[in-house]
């Protein structure tokens, strides 16, 4: 079965760095997605990676390895309205996106 | 990126009735999709919506429960029909994935809740 791994929650602090990791077993794949979620919102794109290595999108940069089935989400310099949840999804060999359940990003001041 | 609106933003809906929510996008897009998120859980596709045929369900999904219009290239409904408390959850309408790089754009999701 196809599968998308992140970890249910994590706590930072306001202005430190947070990396949230994905681990991922799809068939096939054309491609990683990140989105940020706010509580009753609705997802919004941040980052696609489809080869490896990191892309770096202002404080937000996303890593991807294809041989491991891992990529991981880096905030910098976090603020609190990055309290959110991250959700990870992989593009799989039928351009179905596979979800995973989102990490619940807590920020302390 | 297309702006997507999605109504209605919320409703509070008694067991057994019927509730149609109305996605209209800025654009003609090819791809639209419906997808529903139960609290505290991940995305789960209901169906493609199709211009001009059937929409596509997933798997656990039937069109008696939730059929789906697809009159032109920039509108979709999707009714929840006969609905129950089970069916309490954020209803999303999103467009885009039409090529190996193009990220879904979400509407902001219609919360239901089924008393």
């Known amino acids: 079965g196809q599968n998308i791994d992140q970890p249910t929650e994590m706590t930072a602090t306001e202005g430190a760095i947070v990396q949230i990791n994905c681990t991922y077993q799809?068939?096939?794949?054309?491609?990683l997605f990140w989105y940020q979620q706010h509580a009753g919102e609705a997802p919004t794109f941040l980052s696609y990676?489809?080869l490896d290595g990191l892309e770096e999108k202002g404080r937000f940069s996303s890593f991807l390895s294809r041989s491991k089935g891992y990529s991981y989400l880096l905030l910098k310099e976090l603020q609190m309205k990055d309290s959110a949840s991250y959700l990870c999804?992989?593009?799989?060999?039928?351009?179905?996106?596979?979800w995973g359940a989102g990490t619940k990003l807590i920020i302390k001041p | 990126s297309a702006v997507i609106s999605q109504k209605p933003s919320r409703d509070i809906c008694q067991r057994g009735t019927s509730l149609t929510i109305q996605c209209q996008v800025d654009?003609?897009?090819?791809?639209m999709f419906w997808y529903r998120q139960q609290p505290g859980q991940s995305l789960t596709l209901i169906a493609t919506?199709?211009?001009?045929?059937?929409?596509?369900?997933e798997s656990g999904f039937v069109i008696d429960k939730f059929p789906i219009s697809r009159p032109n290239l920039t509108f979709s409904t999707l009714t929840v029909s006969n609905m129950s408390p089970e069916d309490s959850s954020i209803y999303l309408c999103?467009?885009?994935?039409?090529?190996?790089?193009?990220?879904?754009?979400f509407g902001n999701g219609t919360r239901l809740t089924v008393t």
């Open positions: 990676n489809v």
């Open positions: 919506a199709n211009q001009g045929s059937e929409a596509t369900y």
């Open positions: 999804a992989v593009m799989d060999s039928n351009y179905q996106l596979i």
């Open positions: 999103s467009v885009g994935g039409d090529t190996d790089n193009s990220p879904l754009h």
């Open positions: 654009s003609q897009v090819t791809m």
């Open positions: 799809t068939s096939g794949f054309n491609g």
